[in-house]
């Protein structure tokens, strides 16, 4: 059963490269409600442990350096239907195959560096989310 609500993170490249304005401003033209924003930054270890399902993968130690190498923007999304929906905003893990106007095309640079990241499932949404805000800090 959907819910209504997601996780996202504006990633370091996007913040650095000033889109984060630019970034929720589509967020919330496309009918989403932020109900938890903040600005942080991951150590190694934390995003290690945010990562963790990739450990066994190669590009784990790559993706968890990248990820504490500068400012992110984690938030709590919510919509009807909001998963698949923020999936279809922000556009393929590639931003040479997403769709025009989604928030990949717009402002990734490549696999690695595509701007944001989005739950891929109404668990994760819920386990990404509580690992960024406390239940009081959800509005």
Not at 57 to 65: H, I, T
Not at 118 to 130: H, V
Request: glycine letters at 8%; one cysteine or more.
């Amino acid at each position: 059963m959907a819910t209504n609500r997601t996780f996202t993170m504006i990633k370091p490249d996007a913040v650095k490269d000033g889109h984060t304005g630019a970034i929720i401003k589509q967020i919330e033209e496309a009918g989403f409600r932020i109900v938890a924003l903040k600005k942080t930054q991951l150590t190694g270890e934390r995003a290690g442990q945010f990562y963790a399902v990739h450990i066994e993968r190669p590009f784990y130690k790559d993706l968890c350096a990248y990820m504490s190498s500068g400012t992110i923007v984690p938030m709590i999304l919510e919509k009807e239907n909001a998963v698949a929906d923020f999936r279809k905003l922000i556009g393929a893990t590639n931003p040479a195959q997403a769709e025009e106007g989604t928030i990949r095309k717009l402002f990734a640079k490549s696999i690695e560096a595509n701007a944001i990241h989005g739950s891929d499932s109404d668990e994760n949404a819920t386990i990404e989310g509580s690992f960024f805000f406390a239940n009081m800090e959800q509005y």
